[in-house]
């Protein structure tokens, strides 16, 4: 099973700065015969379900803002919002889906400092 | 307007049964892969089954052999029945239509692209 470890556990950052979470996965995602990193960022608000940020590692889904970006490739990512907006505090999850039992990491939240 | 509704969580005691239900619409359900995510109080995201638009079934041991998941096309419906419960399946259960990727003949890798508001699991004597 392939485990996914997310840092830092929590952030404080300023409104306007940039934000950096980091996932590291036990295992390459990376699927040679595509080049295609199967890696799915989401981020969850207090009461909400998860949402849908950013899938292949770094396409973000339609309607996300694009101070959202993901990057890295094999087993580490990183997800960047480049310009913390008060809209943003919420939790942020990484997600592989190279193969079942398909797993996530243990969170990120992300605060306003 | 897509839209997953969960209902029938709720408090079950210790080795007992529930069966859970997502109503669909917006999209077209048949066409789609589903799957059910689950989260303790306060605790992250776990995948607890798939299903793929063919009917393949897929689940991690957790909970291999006492959660089976269903789905009736017909009436844009997904099911999850849960047996043999412990307090550790207590959770808020969430289903979530599959996105990017896809469920082949041995494994369902993919995203979860419209999720439910999910249904509250809470098993306890």
């Known amino acids: 099973d392939i485990v996914m470890t997310q840092s830092p556990d929590s952030l404080a950052v300023s409104l306007g700065e940039r934000a950096t979470i980091n996932c590291k996965s036990s295992?390459?995602?990376?699927?040679?015969?595509?080049?295609?990193?199967?890696l799915a960022w989401y981020q969850q608000k207090p009461g909400q379900p998860p949402k849908l940020l950013i899938y292949?590692?770094?396409t973000r889904e339609s309607g996300v803002p694009d101070r959202f970006s993901g990057s890295g490739s094999g087993t580490d990512f990183s997800l960047t919002i480049s310009s913390l907006q008060a809209e943003d505090v919420a939790v942020y999850y990484c997600?592989?889906?190279?193969?079942?039992?398909?797993?996530f990491g243990g969170g990120t939240k992300v605060e306003i400092k | 307007e897509m839209q997953l509704v969960e209902s029938g969580g709720g408090l079950v005691q210790p080795g007992g049964s529930l069966r859970l239900s997502c109503a669909a619409s917006?999209?077209?359900?048949?066409?789609?892969?589903m799957h059910w995510v689950r989260q303790a109080t306060g605790k992250g995201l776990e995948w607890v089954s798939a299903?793929?638009?063919?009917?393949?079934?897929y689940y991690p041991g957790s909970v291999k052999g006492r959660f089976t998941i269903s789905r009736e096309n017909a009436k844009n419906s997904l099911y999850l029945q849960m047996d043999s419960l412990r307090a550790g399946d207590t959770a808020v259960y969430y289903c979530?239509?599959?996105?990017?990727?896809?469920?082949?003949?041995?494994?369902?890798?993919?995203?979860?692209?419209?999720w439910g508001q999910g249904t509250l699991v809470t098993v306890s004597s």
């Open positions: 299903i793929g638009s063919a009917g393949d079934t």
């Open positions: 295992q390459s995602v990376l699927y040679s015969s595509n080049n295609k990193n199967y």
């Open positions: 917006g999209f077209t359900f048949s066409s789609y892969d």
């Open positions: 979530a239509r599959g996105g990017g990727g896809y469920c082949g003949s041995t494994s369902c890798s993919q995203t979860f692209d419209y």
């Open positions: 997600q592989q889906y190279y193969s079942t039992p398909l797993s």
């Open positions: 292949w590692a770094s």
